[in-house]
């Protein structure tokens, strides 16, 4: 069956960084636009980037663009999101998504378990 493992998240002091990495099985990952997106308590669930199968071409939410990079490496079937420059308004539990719509910024159906992000000031 399709699985979307997220890892890499954390606790990081505002102005840090980290790394968050999706293992992906079961799809043929390099036929998806893939995608990342964020739920603060609360909150509904946010778009922040997507990345079409080449990672020829990148969305961001305005409020992650020039701080957050997305990339994908389709040999290892990996989706990622390097968040820099990070606030305290960035801590939400992040979901990657697969089959994401880049124009209209709607998920795919398919979604990992979500890692915790934490951002202290």
């Known amino acids: 069956q399709v699985q979307l493992v997220e890892s890499g998240g954390g606790l990081v002091q505002a102005g840090g960084s980290l790394r968050l990495s999706c293992a992906a099985s079961g799809i043929s990952f390099g036929d998806h636009v893939m995608g990342w997106f964020r739920q603060a308590p609360g909150k509904e669930r946010d778009f922040v980037a997507a990345?079409?199968?080449?990672?020829?071409?990148?969305t961001y939410a305005d409020s992650v663009k020039g701080r957050f990079t997305i990339a994908r490496d389709n040999a290892k079937n990996t989706l990622y999101l390097q968040m820099n420059n990070l606030k305290p308004e960035d801590t939400a539990i992040y979901y990657c998504n697969a089959a994401t719509n880049r124009a209209t910024r709607k998920p795919g159906r398919t979604w990992g378990q979500g890692t915790q992000v934490t951002v202290s000031s």
């Open positions: 990345i079409n199968w080449s990672g020829s071409g990148t």
